[in-house]
């Protein structure tokens, strides 16, 4: 079973920041949170990980609270193309459990 | 193109007859998933391997499934006497182990999936 909660939908005006919210009360020390989103009939796409810090790539930023119960996934400047469900799962070392995600709406 | 290659793209099949999918991971990566996604639905895991070693797989995985990976390389996924209900995109994805121990899982990288129907 998923160890996340995330809200099913969120709707975000292109040039925003999309602000998607996980929570993951019974994450263990050693486990990751990941995220992936999936765009319409294409295969998952990882975007970005992290253990305890705050983490920022070229796609996206990854804040995890200090106690480590919910992260929030920042897309800076939301576009349409990023219109897609998006995935948080929390792994160590087995396999990656998805949840049903939250499914963002970017509108023009 | 170096990422995940999965074949064939779209399956159509009568129920009853056997199907087999073939994954080709990213080369250096050592592991191997089987996810099964119906639609509306998040991907189900059904099976990993480390190299050659199958080393979990969900109750999903009935005894008409059954999955290899011989030399640790490519992986199939075979499905026999088909069911409706098998119809889905199976998905297939590749990771290679990090982290302070080698434990870890680094990122995943899945293919497009295979798109099974049957009728």
């Known amino acids: 079973d998923a160890k996340t909660t995330q809200p099913p939908s969120m709707d975000c005006a292109e040039g925003r920041a999309a602000n998607l919210p996980c929570n993951h009360s019974t994450i263990s020390g050693n486990e990751y949170v990941y995220w992936y989103r999936q765009i319409h009939s294409q295969g998952p796409q990882y975007i970005i990980h992290g253990l305890k810090n705050n983490e920022t790539n070229e796609m996206a930023s990854l804040i995890i609270t200090e106690d480590r119960k919910s992260s929030t996934l920042i897309l800076p400047h939301a576009t349409l193309r990023d219109t897609a469900v998006y995935y948080c799962?929390?792994?160590?070392?087995?396999?990656?459990?998805f949840g049903p995600g939250t499914r963002l709406s970017v509108l023009p | 193109d170096t990422g995940v290659s999965q074949d064939p793209r779209h399956k159509i099949t009568k129920r009853g007859q056997n199907v087999t999918f073939r994954c080709d991971p990213i080369s250096e990566h050592n592991r191997l998933y089987w996810y099964r996604q119906t639609l509306g639905q998040g991907p189900e895991f059904l099976t990993y391997?480390?190299?050659?070693?199958?080393?979990?797989k969900s109750r999903l995985l009935s005894d008409r499934f059954s999955a290899e990976r011989p030399k640790g390389s490519f992986s199939t996924l075979e499905i026999q006497r088909t069911e409706q209900g098998d119809s889905a995109m199976y998905l297939c994805a590749s990771s290679s182990q990090g982290g302070l121990f080698r434990l870890v899982n680094t990122e995943a990288f899945f293919g497009q999936g295979t798109r099974l129907t049957v009728v």
């Open positions: 391997f480390q190299n050659e070693a199958q080393l979990e």
């Open positions: 799962i929390v792994d160590y070392g087995q396999n990656f459990v």
